[in-house]
C-alpha cells in the first residue's frame, strides 16, 4: 500500500511571484497542497487565483510573527501595530494573552472563508508559531472544534511534553527543504528518512516562487526559485513513486 506524501507550499498570498510559483509548481510539478497567509498583500490575487484553479487545495498559514493582524494583538505587536519575531521571548515569559490569540486566531479563519468562499483544507502557521508549547492546545482545540487536519511537528510537541489529541494530521512533519543549497537529491532523502522510522504519511513544507519586486525584498529570495526548479523537475513524479508515496493532500484527512 501506497504511503501518503504531501508537499505544501506555504505563503500564498505573499506577493504575485509567490502565488505564481505556487500554482506553476502545481500545475507542472509535485506540489499538491498550499496554505494562504490572509493578513499578506496579495492575499486577493491568491484567491483569484485558487478559483481558477480550484483543485488546489489550499489551507490556513495562520499569522502571528509578520504584518500586521486582523485583531488588536495588543501582547503581539509594535508601536507600529506589526507583529514580529519576538512572539518566541513573550511565549517563553508567559506574556502572550491566549484570549487575544485565540480571537485573531477565528478572525484569520473567517477571512479566510470570506476570500476564497470555502473552509481551508488544513491549518498550520508561519514560523511554525502554532506549535510553541503555550499555543499549541489552543490551536489544537480550533482545528478539533472546526473538523479541520492540522500540520504537526510530532518530535517538537514531544520535546514540550505536550500530548497530541488530533488524528487528523501526518505521522512526519518535515521543514528542511529550506535553504540556499537544495538540490532534488535532499528532497529524495527526506522521503527516504520517513520511510525508515516507518512513517506512513509525511507532510514536507516548501516555498516556490518566482521573483519580483516584493520577493526581492524577503530575506529567503533566490532560494524559492531554486525550489521552484526543483519542484517541478520532470523526473521527480517517477522517483517518489519508486519510493512507494502518493501525492494527496489534507482533504483526505477531513470528514
Given at each position: 500500500?501506497s504511503?501518503?506524501?504531501i ?58 510573527s ?29 506574556e ?7 480571537g485573531?486566531?477565528?478572525s ?42 492540522l ?24 521543514d ?62 517517477a ?17
Amino acid at each position: 500500500m501506497s504511503k501518503r506524501l504531501i508537499i505544501n507550499a506555504d505563503d500564498f498570498g505573499l506577493c504575485r511571484a509567490q502565488n505564481y510559483g505556487i500554482i506553476e509548481a502545481f500545475e507542472h510539478g509535485v506540489v499538491s497542497s498550499a496554505t494562504a497567509i490572509v493578513t499578506s498583500p496579495a492575499i486577493e490575487h491568491a484567491a483569484w487565483l485558487a478559483k481558477r484553479f480550484p483543485e488546489l487545495p489550499v489551507g490556513l498559514h495562520f499569522m502571528l510573527s509578520w504584518g500586521k493582524p486582523l485583531t488588536p494583538l495588543t501582547s503581539l505587536v509594535n508601536e507600529q501595530g506589526e507583529l514580529n519575531k519576538g512572539i518566541w521571548h513573550k511565549s517563553k515569559a508567559g506574556e502572550l494573552d491566549l484570549t487575544e490569540i485565540s480571537g485573531e486566531l477565528a478572525s484569520q479563519y473567517q477571512r479566510f472563508v470570506a476570500i476564497f468562499g470555502k473552509q481551508p483544507t488544513h491549518i498550520d502557521s508561519h514560523h511554525h508559531v502554532h506549535m510553541l508549547p503555550t499555543l499549541y492546545p489552543l490551536v489544537e482545540a480550533f482545528a478539533k472544534a472546526h473538523d479541520l487536519p492540522l500540520r504537526i511537528d510530532r518530535g517538537e510537541i514531544a520535546r514540550h511534553g505536550l500530548t497530541v489529541n488530533h488524528l487528523q494530521s501526518c505521522d512526519r512533519f518535515d521543514d528542511r527543504f529550506y535553504g540556499a543549497q537544495l538540490t532534488r537529491a535532499d528532497l529524495l532523502q527526506l522521503l527516504d528518512e520517513a520511510s525508515a522510522q516507518g512513517a506512513n504519511s509525511l507532510e514536507i513544507m516548501c516555498h516556490p516562487s518566482f521573483i519580483d519586486l516584493e520577493m526581492q525584498g524577503s530575506s529567503y529570495c533566490q532560494p524559492r526559485l531554486n525550489e521552484l526548479a526543483i519542484l517541478t523537475d520532470p523526473s521527480l513524479p517517477a522517483l517518489i513513486a519508486e519510493r512507494g508515496y502518493r501525492l494527496t493532500s489534507y482533504r483526505e484527512w477531513q470528514p
